[in-house]
């Protein structure tokens, strides 16, 4: 059976953007979605849609959609009922019949209104946003096929270059996710049987569809700087081509995809050997696949005097499915994320790489679990990614860190910590009041800024995303010892701290990863480590290039059990987690 991603429901207020409620069944869920991504990615920028505090006669919306929307199609149905019609009768069916079945057939799809018209068109979707957001600039949308994210993010660089904008919100939109997309997708066919885009898999077999909504806001580096924005991550080249005179018209080609990378390239001015990341196309199709990695495979080997796997190789496709026209601004925004969070983020669904990744005589290795992304000497941190489309059309765009620093805390939002203190029972109320985990979430940041680690009676509970918090609330009233699933408990004035740390033997490759990967405190012992070490970064040692194969993993284990790498790592394990504990 087919699988596929698809976006929950979403409680949309149109008043919120001026909409009138009896026209949204004539508005497409996509015009609807862009609204919402495009004033959140304004809002991280610090341009509040509220405010008349910025200039935005020339901010622009460049986004990439693909053909006609999913709205097109119950409209387009209901045009055919005069066929359906003749048909019923010519079957010999009582006119009277007939006439209660098309009625029944008419209730099942979207009738045509004033407003259906520009809901069921692309370009309104960018029109949308900067007609309600009141954006002087230009506004489109670009069609691209798959690769439309990348070919919007394109025209808006472009945009920025000329002077043309100031700003440009750009990105991709696609919920068209229908039983007709997944026909196109089955008839080509690209879909995969079992239901999973097992991306750079040996036994991939085709790709599962998703939809999704990604935007991102750009400006010119130095308009950023001057104007205190926070810059995520610098966007230094972005490559295109075409494939000319392919196979077919939807096969993928090596060789155009090799000169939108060289492309990309020769405009940053950089060297492949200084990317450490690639999101990847990767749609799960094993041809496809392995015409990617040896397309890039073959520019990185060819302008790079570095030898063996350097880059960490993955695709978001195989968490979220292939999202069409907004699949460039997923990859875009997971390197733009891993470069910010100083994280190289996993790929999922690879039992046994593809042979070509296997032998390990290209440039990368698969990235099949997160790890801390430990700075170079030589550069800064840089990630690329690749977008192609139907059509034959290629897109590689090459991505800085913004800053050096690891600085934020990258917070899941699936844990909390709700702490109390002096009548800890009293203190437990806001929680128990809670009704949702985002009032969960607000209650226990609010309790950590009040709790008094000098006071008679503390108390901690330790709360998970999808926990019964009122359940573990009861539950701590009554307590009188500590721990106990999770609640922490301790009365009478606080002591001297006395702190155990494990010792040699308790070492294993990836110990203190997610604390690495999450806290500053925890990532920046590992880089004074680093720095300290003679030969071989420790972290390379704690967090090796992911393996696949057991015996790779038993070298792996053997050797961090060495003695001259065991208590060093343990070390910087043990600091890295002070670090953290010292934070709370």
């Known amino acids: 059976a087919y699988k596929g991603g698809f976006l929950e429901t979403y409680d949309f207020d149109p008043s919120e953007f001026g909409l009138s409620p009896n026209t949204l069944e004539a508005t497409d869920p996509a015009q609807l979605f862009a609204l919402v991504a ?33 709205l097109v ?15 019923i009768l010519a079957a010999g069916v009582t006119p009277a019949q007939a006439e209660d079945a098309l009625a029944r057939m008419s209730d099942e799809f979207v ?16 029109g949308r946003v900067a007609n309600r957001f009141n954006l002087g600039g230009t506004n489109c949308v670009v069609d691209a096929a798959c690769g439309s994210s ?38 080509t066919p690209a879909l995969s049987t079992s239901g999973h885009a097992k991306s750079f898999d040996s036994k991939a077999d085709g790709t599962t569809l998703g939809e999704g909504v990604g935007m991102v806001v750009l400006k010119r580096l130095d308009d950023a700087v001057a104007d205190g924005d926070t810059v995520h991550a610098i966007l230094r080249g972005l490559g295109t081509s075409s494939d000319g005179r392919g196979k077919s018209i939807y ?32 749609t799960g199709t094993a041809v496809g696949d392995g015409i990617e990695v ?10 790079s005097k570095r030898d063996g796997s350097w880059c960490a190789l993955g695709s978001v496709k195989s968490m979220i499915g292939h999202t069409k026209a907004a699949a460039g601004s997923a990859a875009f925004i997971k390197a733009a994320m891993a470069l910010r969070h100083k994280v190289l983020p996993p790929t999922i669904k690879v039992t046994e790489p593809l042979p070509i990744l296997a032998s390990g005589q290209t440039p990368f290795y698969l990235s099949l679990e997160k790890r801390p992304w430990m700075a170079s000497k030589e550069h800064p941190r840089r990630a690329a990614c690749s977008a192609l489309g139907f059509g034959g059309t290629n897109f590689h765009a090459i991505l800085e860190e913004g800053s050096s620093a690891k600085t934020e805390t990258d917070w899941d939002a699936e844990h909390e910590l709700f702490a109390v203190s002096g009548d800890c029972v009293a203190g437990l109320a806001p929680l128990t009041a809670a009704r949702n985990w985002d009032e969960v979430r607000a209650a226990c940041q609010a309790s950590r800024v009040s709790f008094n680690p000098s006071a008679d009676a503390r108390l901690v509970l330790a709360l998970e995303r999808g926990s019964d918090w009122k359940a573990i609330a009861e539950k701590a009233k009554a307590l009188k010892s500590s721990p106990i699933d999770g609640i922490f408990y301790g009365t009478g004035k606080p002591g001297k701290l006395g702190v155990l740390f494990p010792g040699q033997g308790a070492q294993y490759v990836g110990m203190s990863r997610d604390l690495v990967c999450a806290f500053p ?64």
Not at 42 to 59: H, I, M, N, Q
Not at 294 to 303: C, D, P, R, S, T
Not at 526 to 537: N, P, V
Request: with cysteine.
């Open 294 to 303: 040896e397309a890039i495979g073959g520019v990185y080997k060819k302008n």
């Open 111 to 126: 009738p045509w209104q004033e407003a259906s018209f520009p809901g069921l068109l692309g370009n309104v979707i960018a």
């Open 251 to 282: 096969a993928p080609s090596a060789g155009g995809q090799t000169r939108a990378i060289e492309e990309a390239y020769r405009l940053s001015g950089l060297s492949p050997d200084t990317v450490e990341l690639v999101e990847a196309h990767g």
């Open 38 to 70: 495009a004033k959140m990615a304004l809002a991280d920028a610090g341009y509040s849609v509220d405010k008349e505090t910025w200039d935005r006669s020339r901010v622009s919306c460049i986004l990439g959609v693909t053909g006609a929307l999913e």
């Open 150 to 187: 990348l070919s919007a993010m394109h025209m808006a660089s472009l945009e920025l270059q000329t002077g043309r904008a100031k700003m440009v919100i750009t990105g991709g939109v696609d919920t068209f996710n229908d039983i007709f997309m997944y026909t196109c997708f089955t008839k």
């Open 521 to 584: 405190e925890a990532f920046n012992a590992l880089s004074e480590a680093d720095a300290a070490s003679e030969g071989a970064k420790l972290s390379s040692l704690m967090f090796p290039h992911p393996a696949w194969k057991p015996e790779q993993k038993d070298a792996q284990e053997k050797d961090l059990r060495d003695t001259s790498v065991a208590q060093p790592a343990l070390g910087a394990a043990a600091l890295a987690a002070w670090g953290v504990l010292s934070r709370f």
């Open 73 to 87: 199609i119950p409209l387009g149905a209901r045009l055919s009922l005069p066929k359906w019609r003749k048909a």
